[in-house]
């Protein structure tokens, strides 16, 4: 037995020796793959990670108001308010007071109840001369303590673990008992704009494969020296800055702005009543298409060059009109860079977020915005890490259609 | 290159490195809104109290809003040592415990003597912030366009009567009481009515009258731009900028005082600033009597303190523009004042702005 089994030069068997220096060509891969891998993690998957977590994790008012929390937790959220929570209550605003942490809480309860913020920060001033029953020293000191509606949204507040945050994300709301229902019907945005972000990405993935295939084709079949000059003019506008570009669109399309004029000049609008191109819908979508054709053309032109012309004039031969060999023959072969331009382009412009705020006006605003709104204004960075959960699953949910139907190995990025 | 020279040239380096860094922890860096209301603060502060102190002052813009110090403060690298707040924002700040405290003790009392405290007007001086300007929104329109003005909050809503876009800003804020105002509520009521149901529909619906009209903006400096360039007809705007615009560009825009909402600008500083005692020297100079009247030459807001008020005197580069009759606080453009009401907003702003922005989005 032993006899037939191959050795290598220094005796060890040769099965052995090839896992051996296998395995050290996987370490020095490894190796040299370790630095990006270690970037990765700590400036993308972690922070995401941070990020989504607080979608769901909100201990502001469980870690400043402890006794209150453990109360509330036993209270079933609709029999009558007993002294035990409101003693609880108190004795929270009186160390909140003292330790100055009492404006956050109200604002953390302020996000289910409006008027929590006034009621919590008045109330925690005059809490240390509260005597027993706590439950009447609260009722006196504002009737808002007697609507129950009040210790609920407390109760809400309260869980330090909340499916609240993605509730509202999707124009839900977490009640006191643990059930979802639908928020109020004025303060529904967000599915709304969810909707208009699919479909102005949408769009504007259609107009840039509308626009991009052509030249890209242009590009493809062009001698090299034309076909670069052309590169250039498609890669220049992708050199210049975002902001840059987004302007020149306003002084483009505002209603005193270059193309106006022109209409104007040619009779198409008169002067007091000139198209609204921008600060809508419109003027996302035009300057977006822009901004987003490179990525369409470089794709395609990637694939596009690989594409032997031989194919197409083998078809003519054989008696092929010039539509049937390019639908039958070319166009074929060009999916895979349709695919990986299209899906570069629609999930870029589904978190599209500088270009609708500049040019976007009211109904041209994209989920992004309203994100961008949350960390900025109303520092609800909960409902904020929510609705980016939902994009990132929308975006998912893209891809895995696009695995389904076109299929992830077709696609080509060059 | 010999090992002696290479070593000369590092530690060189590292000395210049260490030198640059030495001098950048010697400024001060003041935050505010930009443009010509950042200018007059150059002018009346900054400089000044660079020339006391001999501390230089690194001036930023913002658009508003606490979220920049939040996040400041919660990675623990603030960046920002003095900050100019609307004093919503203060209040918010202070609550959220992202403001240092200030121990008004420290302010200079006014030239007769008064204490600091009796000399600031209301609300101008709370735990963590120190008021240093009167502003409000107030709506404007170009004369040369239109030589029968509009002259009441309720031509800003009528467009038969005055035609033409609308600018207005991006937020609830001061939008919700012009409504109402425009609607025949009396400034006196305005939040009583918003505290109801019925009232905050009855703003919405007077908004939705002109929807379709309007340019929303969401900096300062936008609102003059958009009246310059003839996007909109009139437009809501912060009196210091429709000022600045008439007084130093010569623009023929004029100011609607009817239903104006007045606010406090304030400073604060940063929970855990870097220069803490320089912020502190910087806020209690530049909140003196001189100094809060100087910055009114430069700008049409008026000083919180009210021993500045006699000192105030004209425009820096025109001794015949009086500021006096500028400000918002002039009895003649205070008549149908409405003050913002920092505690409403408080309470109903997580509300409003979701309801704000479904609104628009609809």
């Known amino acids: 037995m032993s006899d037939n089994r191959l050795l290598a030069a220094d005796g060890t068997p040769l099965k052995r020796k090839l896992a051996q220096s296998l395995f050290r060509t996987k370490l020095r891969t490894f190796g040299l793959v370790c630095p990006l891998l270690a970037l990765i993690l700590s400036a993308f998957v972690i922070p995401i990670v941070f990020m989504l977590s607080a979608s769901v994790y909100d201990d502001r008012y469980a870690s400043l108001m402890p006794k209150s929390t453990i109360v509330m937790s036993e209270w079933d959220g609709t029999s009558p308010v007993t002294e035990e929570m409101a003693a609880a209550m108190v004795a929270d605003l009186v160390v909140a007071k003292k330790e100055k942490t009492i404006g956050r809480v109200a604002n953390r309860v302020n996000r289910e109840f409006s008027g929590a913020t006034s009621l919590f920060k008045s109330t925690a001033r005059a809490a240390k001369k509260f005597e027993p029953p706590y439950l009447e020293a609260l009722e006196q000191k504002d009737k808002k303590w007697q609507n129950i509606e009040m210790w609920q949204a407390i109760k809400v507040a309260s869980k330090t673990y909340t499916l609240g945050y993605v509730a509202n994300a999707v124009d839900m709301r977490v009640n006191s008992t643990g059930g979802f229902e639908a928020q109020d019907e004025l303060r529904q945005i967000h599915v709304t704009l969810f909707i208009r972000t699919i479909e102005i990405s949408f769009i504007v993935t259609v107009a840039c494969l509308l626009l991009g295939y052509p030249v890209a084709y242009l590009m493809a079949n062009l001698p090299n020296r034309t076909a670069n000059l052309l590169l250039i003019l498609v890669l220049m506008p992708f050199w210049t800055s975002l902001l840059v570009r987004t302007t020149a669109w306003i002084a483009m399309l505002q209603s005193q702005g270059v193309m106006n004029d022109l209409f104007v000049v040619f009779g198409l609008a008169t002067d007091d009543d000139r198209f609204s191109l921008i600060y809508n819908k419109t003027g996302t979508l035009i300057a977006m298409t822009h901004i987003m054709l490179p990525f369409m053309i470089m794709p395609l032109f990637s694939v596009m060059k690989t594409i032997s012309p031989a194919y197409v004039r083998a078809a003519k031969s054989m008696g092929a009109t010039n539509w049937t060999a390019f639908w039958r023959v070319y166009f074929p072969q060009s999916i895979p860079g349709i695919g990986a331009g299209s899906l570069l382009v629609f999930i870029l412009a589904i978190g599209y977020y500088i270009t609708p705020a500049l040019v976007g006006g009211q109904d041209g605003q994209m989920i992004s915005n309203i994100i961008d709104f949350h960390m900025r204004r109303s520092l609800n960075w909960n409902l904020a890490a929510a609705l980016g959960l939902v994009l990132l699953v929308f975006v998912l949910f893209f891809f895995w259609i696009y695995d389904r139907v076109v299929g992830i190995d077709n696609m080509k990025l060059g | ?362």
């Open chain 2, 1 to 362: 290159m010999t090992m002696k020279k290479t070593l000369t040239m590092v530690s060189a380096a590292v000395l210049s490195v260490a030198v640059a860094s030495a001098a950048s922890a010697e400024s001060l860096t003041v935050v505010s809104w930009g443009g010509a209301y950042t200018k007059s603060q150059v002018e009346a502060y900054h400089k000044p109290w660079t020339a006391k102190t001999g501390t230089n002052v690194v001036s930023e813009d913002y658009n508003g809003g606490i979220a920049e110090i939040k996040a400041q403060v919660e990675a623990g690298n603030v960046t920002w040592d003095v900050v100019d707040v609307e004093l919503s924002d203060a209040i918010r700040a202070c609550d959220e415990g992202l403001a240092e405290e200030i121990d008004p003790a420290m302010l200079p009392a006014a030239p007769d003597g008064t204490p600091a405290l009796e000399d600031f007007i209301d609300g101008a001086v709370t735990d963590c912030a120190v008021g240093s300007i009167v502003w409000s929104t107030i709506y404007a329109y170009d004369s040369s366009k239109m030589s029968n003005g509009p002259k009441t909050i309720a031509d800003f809503f009528d467009v038969d009567a005055f035609p033409g876009k609308r600018g207005m800003r991006k937020s609830p804020k001061a939008n919700l009481e012009m409504a109402l105002a425009a609607d025949g509520v009396a400034p006196g009521d305005i939040y009583d009515v918003l505290s109801t149901p019925a009232g905050v529909d009855r703003a919405f619906a007077k908004l939705d009258t002109i929807k379709d009209d309007v340019v929303w903006w969401e900096a300062g400096a936008q609102p003059p731009q958009l009246l310059a360039d003839g996007e909109v007809a009139m437009t809501t705007a912060y009196n210091g900028r429709i000022f600045n615009a008439v007084a130093s560009e010569d623009k023929p825009f004029e100011i609607v005082w009817d239903a104006q909402i007045y606010d406090l600008d304030l400073w604060i500083i940063p929970k855990g600033a870097k220069n803490k005692q320089l912020a502190l020297d910087f806020v209690a100079f530049s909140t003196d009597t001189q100094r809060l009247a100087d910055q009114a030459s430069w700008i049409s807001y008026g000083p919180t303190r009210k021993s500045s008020s006699s000192l105030v005197g004209s425009f820096h580069n025109k001794p015949d523009l009086a500021m006096g009759p500028q400000m918002p606080t002039a009895p003649a453009n205070f008549k149908t004042a409405i003050q913002n009401n920092f505690e409403w907003w408080a309470d109903n702003q997580d509300e409003m702005n979701e309801r704000f922005n479904a609104w628009l989005a609809n």
